[in-house]
């Protein structure tokens, strides 16, 4: 059974920094492409970065680049994203998922399955 569990979320006040945790199991993690994605209340699920398991390769979106890193363990199954300068709009839930299919992608229809998210709050 594919497992992905989130951890790492929390409260922090803005220009702070928090690492996520994605934490792989029920498949070959090496393989397959892991992606961040958040949601706010009342808009759409958004792609934040992903990387391949492939080649290594990453996505940022435009809104995270620059203060968003993702890394991956595969020792440990587990991929991280570590986020400084955090802003009150990041505030979301934060989901990782893994895409069988696709190395590199942004839209969420590409990933196959999903933790159940960890919450980010940044106050102003």
């Known amino acids: 059974e594919v497992q992905l569990v989130e951890s790492g979320g929390g409260l922090v006040q803005a220009g702070g920094s928090l690492r996520l945790s994605c934490a792989a199991s029920?498949?070959?993690?090496?393989?397959?492409?892991i992606g961040w994605f958040r949601q706010a209340p009342g808009k759409e699920r958004e792609g934040v970065s992903c990387?391949?398991?492939?080649?290594?390769?990453?996505y940022y979106a435009d809104s995270v680049k620059g203060r968003f890193t993702i890394s991956r363990d595969n020792a440990k199954n587990t991929v991280y994203l570590q986020m400084h300068s955090l802003k009150p709009e990041d505030t979301a839930v934060y989901y990782c998922?893994?895409?069988?299919?696709?190395?590199?992608?942004?839209?969420?229809?590409?990933?196959?399955?999903w933790g159940q998210g960890t919450q980010v709050t940044v106050s102003s």
């Open positions: 029920g498949f070959t993690f090496d393989d397959y492409t």
């Open positions: 990387i391949s398991g492939v080649d290594g390769r990453t």
């Open positions: 998922a893994v895409s069988i299919y696709y190395s590199i992608s942004y839209y969420a229809t590409d990933y196959n399955y």
